[in-house]
């Protein structure tokens, strides 16, 4: 991923980044994740510790494991949804949200599907369902933050090469 401030890469996405933040597309997403959020919750201190008082020592282990990277997973949802709404409120400047400490990296965490063939199918919709919704906020993130970043940065080669052109008077190269 690219090193660039939010000072260098704001101008080029705040009308985006704003304009996401008050789109449907945002609306849509945020409730969906807010509600992944509180559904995930909700069955971990319920139905989920019945289910894994249920499993053998190997299996409650991987359910232990699982139940960590999806409530990391999205916690890390939820943290970008809430900076998009800061956004939204104007609470936060789009140029702020640019930091670099906002993005969404590509999710290490997947699961070992060698692990999951003994735990509760209610964790493994939980786990699938946090899974697609972490990609699609990261799609999102990366076009709003980091590919228009990217394109706008100049070539260093081309950038070079053009300085080549120029000093010997437009001879190609």
Known sequence: MSDFGASAAAPWRANV????????LFDRTFQEGMDLVEETAAYLD?????DSKLL???????YASESMRLTTRLMRVASWLLVQRAVREGDMA????CDERYRIE??????DNEALHDLPLALLELLDRSSRLYDRVRHLDRRMYVEEAEEAAPNPVLTQLDRLKGAFGGLEL
């Open 17 to 24: 980044i704003s304009d996401f933040a008050r789109s449907e």
């Open 56 to 62: 053998s020592r190997s299996a409650a282990l991987a």
């Open 46 to 50: 319920g139905g989920g510790r019945q």
């Open 94 to 97: 789009p140029e702020a949200a």
């Open 106 to 111: 590509t999710d290490e965490n997947r699961s």
